[in-house]
C-alpha cells in the first residue's frame, strides 16, 4: 500500500544533541510538510517542500532545519534540541492540483533528556 | 485572517450519532476537511468537501458545510468505542499548500 513512513517511532535525545527525524512516501507526492504537536494541541506546521523549494514558516525556530534529497525522502534536523522541543513530529505529503489533502504518517515521538 | 475553533470535548453513547462543529473565518477555502487522531498516531483524513457542496456522505459519515455561516459539521452514525479520538476539521485557502487546522474536539464514546 502507498503510504507516509516515519522512523524512528520514538526517538529520545539529550539536551543539546543533534538529531535526525525521517520520513519517506510511496506516494509519489510533490509536496511534503513536517509538523509539531504538542500535546492536546493542533499540529503546527514548521515547513514544506513544494518539490525541491523550501518554504519556512515564519515563526519556525533557526534551530529546525530540512532537507529532501529527492521525491521520497525529507529529514527534518533539530541542531541543538532544548526541552520544549519535546513533541510529536508528524511529516505529511499531499499533491498539488487535486484535492489537496495531506496524508500523514504515524508520527515520531521526541523526547529531550 | 484564518482561525478555525472547534469545541474541546464531547461524550456520546455508544449506538448515538455524533456531531462535531467547526467555525472558520476564511471565507475563501475550497477544500474543508476531517481528519481523526487516536492516542500516539498520527492523523487519519476521514473526509473532505469542496466548497460548492452543502452534504456529503460516506458510510457512517455524514459532512455538512453552511457557508453562510462559515460552518462545518461531521455526523458520525452508529458510534463506536473505536471512534473515540481527538477529530480534527481543516481548511484549504489556495495559497501557499497549506492547511489551517481547528483546535481539536476530542470525541470520548461511552458503553
Known amino acids: 500500500d502507498a503510504m507516509v513512513i516515519q522512523n524512528p517511532r520514538y526517538q529520545v535525545t539529550q539536551f543539546g544533541k543533534p538529531v535526525t527525524l525521517s520520513c519517506s512516501q510511496t506516494?509519489?507526492?510533490?509536496?511534503m510538510y513536517w509538523y509539531q504537536q504538542k500535546s492536546s494541541q493542533a499540529p503546527k506546521l514548521l515547513f514544506h517542500?513544494?518539490?525541491?523549494?523550501?518554504?519556512n514558516e515564519a515563526d519556525t525556530p533557526d534551530n529546525f532545519q530540512s532537507r529532501r534529497p529527492n521525491t521520497s525522502f525529507c529529514f527534518l534536523d533539530i541542531r541543538s534540541p532544548g526541552l520544549g522541543d519535546a513533541a510529536m513530529y508528524l511529516c505529511?505529503?499531499?499533491?498539488?492540483?487535486?484535492?489537496?489533502?495531506?496524508?500523514f504518517g504515524p508520527g515520531t515521538r521526541l523526547t529531550v533528556t | 485572517g484564518e482561525d478555525v475553533e472547534q469545541s474541546l470535548f464531547l461524550s456520546v453513547r455508544e449506538g448515538d450519532s455524533s456531531v462535531i462543529n467547526c467555525t472558520y473565518t476564511?471565507?475563501?477555502?475550497?477544500?474543508l476537511y476531517w481528519y481523526k487522531q487516536e492516542p500516539g498516531a498520527g492523523l487519519q483524513l476521514l473526509t473532505y468537501?469542496?466548497?460548492?457542496?452543502d452534504m456529503k456522505q460516506d458510510q457512517r459519515l455524514t459532512v455538512l458545510l453552511n457557508k453562510k455561516d462559515k460552518h462545518l459539521s461531521l455526523r458520525i452514525a452508529d458510534t463506536q468505542t473505536g471512534d473515540s479520538a481527538i477529530y480534527f476539521c481543516a481548511e484549504f485557502t489556495g495559497g501557499g499548500n497549506k492547511l489551517t487546522f481547528g483546535t481539536g474536539t476530542q470525541l470520548k464514546v461511552e458503553l
Open positions: 505529511a505529503t499531499s499533491r498539488e492540483g487535486i484535492s489537496y489533502e495531506q496524508y
Open positions: 506516494l509519489n507526492h510533490n509536496v
Open positions: 476564511d471565507s475563501s477555502s475550497t477544500y
Open positions: 517542500y513544494y518539490d525541491k523549494d523550501f518554504n
Open positions: 468537501i469542496f466548497s460548492n457542496m
